[in-house]
């Protein structure tokens, strides 16, 4: 029952390097998410997703994409990386019916010099 | 709009003591309401949650009541030790609102002092 993975957990780029975030989740879950969260601070919305095929944007969006090819597999893509994307960025999933909350990954730490 | 307020961090306590952290929300419908924790370096985890008026959601020691007429869902444990420094995380989903997301407060740090 592996439930939220994504990887790499920890990566360091130079900026207007791109990367692409993985994370897979095997609960068949419809809806998953990407946050991140800078240093002492909460969860900012990035991008999500209600099912493949179906994106759409959250509070920061602007320097990612995403695509949800399958319901299992939700990327971000990161292009053109800038010092303001260092962060740890989270993946989450869930069932339809909120209800019983989110999944979260592990995260990923990332660093752009 | 929905929105979760918690109390700003960190929070010190000393082990044994008594815990509270609280969490006001604002809804417009029928919410269901979550704690979760994060410990450091790692992701979030679910601690409890409840989905209607007067439920209390519990787990390891920690307890929080759903009271709709003050808007509250306080998390709470009776004797908290050095393991449970953390940060926690207040959240809500509405039932009525369409938005596909849980609404998150700003998190409280939690240190606890041997």
């Known amino acids: 029952n592996a439930g939220v993975t994504q990887t790499p957990k920890f990566r360091i780029l130079k900026i207007g390097q791109s990367m692409t975030l993985q994370c897979t989740q095997d609960m068949n879950h419809n809806y998953m998410y990407w946050y991140r969260q800078d240093p002492g601070m909460g969860l900012k919305l990035i991008y999500y997703s209600v099912g493949a095929g179906i994106t759409d944007k959250g509070e920061v969006p602007n320097g990612y994409n995403v695509s949800r090819s399958t319901t299992e597999d939700f990327p971000l893509r990161l292009e053109l990386a800038a010092p303001s994307q260092t962060s740890v960025y989270f993946c989450a999933s869930s069932l339809r019916s909120l209800n019983y909350g989110y999944t979260f990954g592990s995260g990923t730490r990332l660093t752009v010099v | 709009g929905n929105s979760v307020t918690q109390m700003e961090g960190p929070v010190t306590l000393s082990e044994e003591a008594f815990l509270t952290i609280n969490c006001t929300y604002t809804?417009?419908?029928?919410?269901?309401l979550f704690w979760y924790v994060q410990y450091p370096g790692e992701g979030l985890q679910l601690l409890l949650k409840?989905?209607?008026a007067d439920d209390k959601g519990s787990n390891k020691g920690f307890e929080a009541t759903y009271r709709k007429e003050t808007t509250s869902f306080h998390l709470e444990k009776g004797s908290v030790q050095v393991s449970d420094s953390a940060v926690y995380f207040c959240a809500l989903t509405d039932r009525r609102d369409s938005n596909y997301q849980l609404i998150w407060g700003a998190g409280t740090k939690l240190i606890i002092k041997p």
């Open positions: 809804a417009t419908g029928y919410p269901s």
């Open positions: 409840a989905t209607k």
